[in-house]
């Protein structure tokens, strides 16, 4: 009966990446100017001329990489190809190096900021690229943007966050929120860890292995909070916490994330240390944020925000689903597929054209105010759980 179920609802996952997640993303390749569009609005009204975030950009080289990897489908590598291209030839920043923030359309740098976020970005996709191609020179990219992290964006407490285009150091608006500004977030590590697991992955390089060490270590010490059974999310530069955030989404996509950095890295000490408090934080979310088949955003000094945000259903399924792997335990199994229900219900947009909505409320309406592409909505997060799904139910 499981493995029944197993079957159909990986099948059901495999025909929305392939029905409607990488057609729709196809569709948003800029022929004439490099790269693709930077903006979608809600009535699927595509702006040609919006400015092209380079996060965006280095996330659609990720997800068309690793699908034609997962998939087989050799027309995706010239998806992954063209974007490669384009992050090569403008997101990289020939005189200083690094990778600017945005570009305008045509490719210009817009806004030339050094996120060490953003550098961390390039990394993950320029090492999923290598990981489909072979490409020795995404590989050398990929060391040197590790290199200019290491070298430009830390202390000796460990990562910092934003800097200027010559990488002096300035304030942090652009990964800050709910009213602070902060010299560390859990979310930057989270994706400094990330990439420098998919650069490991791919390259066996020494340094890159001690630098993850390091991150999954500063989770471990400064990050997660044993008393709350979560992790805080904004600190000064001592870590200490500037908010009393809950981030229900950051939690159970860091649970899996943080496994899978354990399994590429292979070292029994570190499992040990975080293997349980990777189970603690996905059976948190389960108790606190798991609500009438789908997860909550946050909870923020004590107010609870509904809104169903489509990146946090879309890792709660593999937080959930990996939960059930290292457990055995049907409820998290349960709750993977509850997710997906509501997915396919509520957030999967089933108009021509259409992908998924960013934005619904706990009934299921769509915020129409919020765009379908913009700079932080891409196929990074359900392109990925996807993927996730198909290959760990194929085993």
């Known amino acids: 009966m499981e493995n029944s179920r197993l079957m159909s609802f990986k099948s059901e996952i495999a025909e929305e990446l392939t029905g409607r997640i990488i057609p729709f ?22 702006d040609r001329n919006a400015p092209k975030g380079c996060i965006l950009n280095s996330r659609i080289l990720w997800f068309f990489s690793s699908a034609c990897k997962v998939l087989g489908d050799e027309g995706l590598a010239e998806y992954a190809r063209h974007a490669y291209s384009f992050l ?6 020939k005189k200083n190096g690094g990778v600017f923030w945005s570009l305008n359309a045509d490719g210009t740098v817009l806004d030339s900021v050094k996120h060490t976020y953003n550098q961390a970005f390039a990394i993950y996709a320029l090492s999923s690229y290598y990981g489909m191609t072979g490409d020795a020179e995404a590989l050398e990219t990929a060391l040197s943007l590790f290199k200019i992290i290491e070298e430009k964006c830390t202390d000796e407490g460990g990562y910092l966050e934003s800097f200027t285009q010559d990488f002096k150091p300035e304030s942090n608006e652009k990964l800050s929120e709910n009213g602070v500004l902060a010299d560390r977030t859990m979310n930057t ?3 400094v860890m990330e990439a420098y697991t998919g650069l490991y992955q791919v390259s ?3 340094q890159v292995k001690e630098r993850l060490q390091f991150a999954l270590t500063v989770f471990a010490e400064k990050i997660w909070n044993a008393q709350l059974k979560r992790q ?10 500037l908010i009393d955030l809950y981030s229900y989404g950051h939690d159970i996509e860091s649970s899996w994330l943080i496994d899978r950095a354990l399994e590429v890295l292979g070292d029994s000490d570190l499992s040990r240390k975080l293997a349980p408090v990777t189970q603690e934080m996905a059976q948190h979310i389960y108790s606190v944020a798991f609500k009438n088949g789908s997860v909550l955003n946050e909870c923020d000094r004590g107010a609870v925000n509904e809104t169903r945000v489509w990146w946090i259903q879309a890792e709660s399924i593999v937080g959930f689903f990996n939960a059930y792997q290292k457990t055995g335990s049907s409820q998290f199994l ?9 997915i396919k219900k509520y957030i999967a947009d089933k108009r021509q054209g259409g992908e998924w909505f960013g934005y619904v409320d706990k009934n299921g309406v769509p915020d129409f105010s919020r765009p379908i592409v913009e700079p932080w909505k891409c196929p990074y997060h359900n392109g990925r759980m996807c993927l996730e799904i198909i290959q760990r139910i194929s085993g």
């Open 25 to 46: 993303w196809k569709s948003m390749r800029d022929n004439a100017r490099g790269g693709f569009y930077g903006l979608l609005d809600c009535n699927l009204n595509l």
């Open 232 to 241: 805080e999310v904004f600190f000064d530069k001592s870590y200490r916490s």
């Open 204 to 206: 066996k390089n020494q």
């Open 334 to 342: 349960d709750a993977a597929v509850s997710v997906w229900q509501f």
């Open 88 to 93: 090569k030839e403008f997101c990289l920043d």
């Open 189 to 191: 590590l989270l994706h």
